[in-house]
């Protein structure tokens, strides 16, 4: 289904988290409980599964989700200008439906992020921040871009928007639980 084609949940109080999927990091940034406004909150190593853990940056989403109360992830698909899918979507996809499973029953949703990485370059830019320092904080801008974007279309619709990730009731989710993620006192239940 197409991002956007979704018909979309109704929109509920909470605070909304946003995922700005990288191969190398993760940028997140959350919204307050009205989702007036999107504010960065972090930027996290991207990891790899390991047998019987989940990923030490997807621990950390849960983690996120969790102490704020999130009712909705908001991870960016990546498009080419023309609409069209590629590589790095089937990357968010994959690293959305794996978050889906892990923050249950929480609903996570697929968004257009095109241009979100553009745009937190040239906001970073003009807030003066030089383009050497941008690395450490563009992918919790880009994910500012895309949780006020989900923010504003929410507004205008009164839904949800982007494409809901499915769960599968089956599939065994390793639950982050103790220390800091991917720590050995992290246990998986």
Known sequence: ????????????????????????????????????IATPVATLARATSTKGRLPADIAQVVR???????????????MHLSGAEGSASDAARAYAVQLA???????????DERMSTVS???ALHASGR???SHRQVVDQAA?????????DAERASGRRP???VPVDPGQHVPVARGGAAGDARTTVE
Do not use: C, F, K, T
């Open 143 to 151: 994910a500012v871009v895309i949780l006020q974007s989900a923010l």
């Open 120 to 122: 937190a370059h040239h």
């Open 162 to 164: 982007g494409e809901r």
């Open 130 to 132: 030089s383009g050497r």
């Open 101 to 111: 499973q892990a923050v249950a029953p929480v609903s996570v949703r697929l968004v």
């Open 64 to 78: 996120e989700v969790q102490e704020r109360g999130v009712g909705v992830v908001y991870v960016g698909l990546p």
């Open 1 to 36: 289904m197409p991002v956007g084609r979704d018909p979309g949940e109704p929109v509920v109080r909470g605070a909304r988290l946003a995922v700005d999927v990288g191969s190398v990091r993760v940028g997140l940034a959350s919204s307050d409980p009205d989702g007036l």
